[in-house]
């Protein structure tokens, strides 16, 4: 769904001698020979950087929104390390000295993302990659907490939100009437989520026995997988962009990760499910419809935003009035 919602803020535009300067704090001296903007992601600008003396490559990630975001993703990076793959930070700035962002390096990850190979993979493929991302679904919700809520700077949760079904009517009541979601969805379809949410919005509390660290943003572009090219294997090499992670539900990230395409795919979705269960993971017999229900939260909120273009409305237009339409 997101292969083609341009992005927020356009990349920026760093020459060899301004990334030199960035990274010297921790590569004094280094000779950059090699940069490339890294395609994909829809705010931040990445680039992956070869040094002269290091065998390996580099990300340089530039932190296009406020410092506060990527110091929490830096955290929760390396609270999940021992369980979940994720990129290892080697260096972070909550500043610098040319454009004034928060910024990070690490080590490159030599992976792509699902989106880029989706098209390639058979159905025994998708099983197995379904299996795989289930299994490390499973390891990022095993980190639990009293309520659900948002992160403070120090990974604590302060304030108790509401994520029942009387929450996601308050929620839409936010974004839809109070915010400007409900111009952009129209008079009809915003009074038919409604209905909708007094009708069947309860039915998220059946996946909500204990609140659980949820990525927030589990999608295909934020799962780097590595092939094994003479089995075709897969395995989840990395999940990356922790910047939206909140404590929640279980069905955020399921109900984000199975949006169009993944949603089509039955073998991706039993092996999801399989790789989930054995990871340690519960699941409600009718997981896949309360996922969608709950994916109501994020669709209102993407709605509300300010910087949300028409692309990205017409799919959660779509997105909404097939979830009434079941």
Not at 175 to 200: N, P, S, Y
């Amino acid at each position: 769904m997101r292969d083609h919602w341009p992005r927020s803020r356009p990349v920026l535009d760093l020459d060899f001698a301004t990334v030199e300067r960035l990274i010297a704090p921790m590569f004094p001296g280094c000779r950059l020979i090699e940069m490339a903007v890294v395609p994909g992601g829809l705010t931040n600008t990445n680039f992956r950087l070869r040094l002269a003396d290091r065998p390996t490559s580099l990300l340089l990630r530039v932190y296009q929104r406020s410092g506060d975001l990527a110091h929490k993703e830096m955290a929760l990076c390396h609270m999940v390390e021992k369980e979940v793959p994720v990129p290892p930070f080697l260096h972070f700035a909550p500043e610098n000295p040319v454009t004034g962002h928060a910024f990070a390096v690490m080590d490159w990850i030599e992976a792509e993302p699902l989106e880029s190979c989706l098209l390639s993979l058979d159905a025994a493929a998708l099983s197995g990659l379904g299996t795989a991302i289930g299994h490390t679904l499973a390891a990022i919700h095993r980190f639990t907490y009293d309520f659900f809520g948002f992160f403070d700077a120090n990974l604590n949760v302060p304030i108790p939100i509401d994520l029942s079904g009387r929450g996601l009517i308050a929620y839409l009541h936010e974004c839809l009437v109070e915010g400007q979601g409900g111009a952009r969805l129209g008079e009809k379809l915003t009074a038919d989520v409604f209905a909708f949410a007094e009708r069947a919005g309860h039915r998220v509390e059946a996946w909500q026995q204990r609140a659980c660290l949820v990525h927030g943003d589990f999608n295909a572009s934020n799962i780097l997988i590595r092939q094994d090219a003479a089995s075709t294997a897969c395995e989840v090499a990395a999940i990356i962009d922790w910047e939206f992670a909140f404590v929640g539900a279980h069905g955020f990230d399921f109900g984000n990760l199975l949006r169009p395409p993944l949603d089509r795919s039955v073998e991706f979705i039993a092996g999801l499910e399989q790789g989930y269960r054995t990871g340690g993971g519960d699941m409600p017999a009718d997981w896949q419809h309360i996922a969608r229900i709950t994916d109501l939260f994020s669709f209102a909120d993407i709605l509300h935003h300010p910087e949300t273009s028409d692309a990205v409305i017409e799919d959660a237009k779509y997105a909404i009035r097939r979830l009434i339409e079941e």
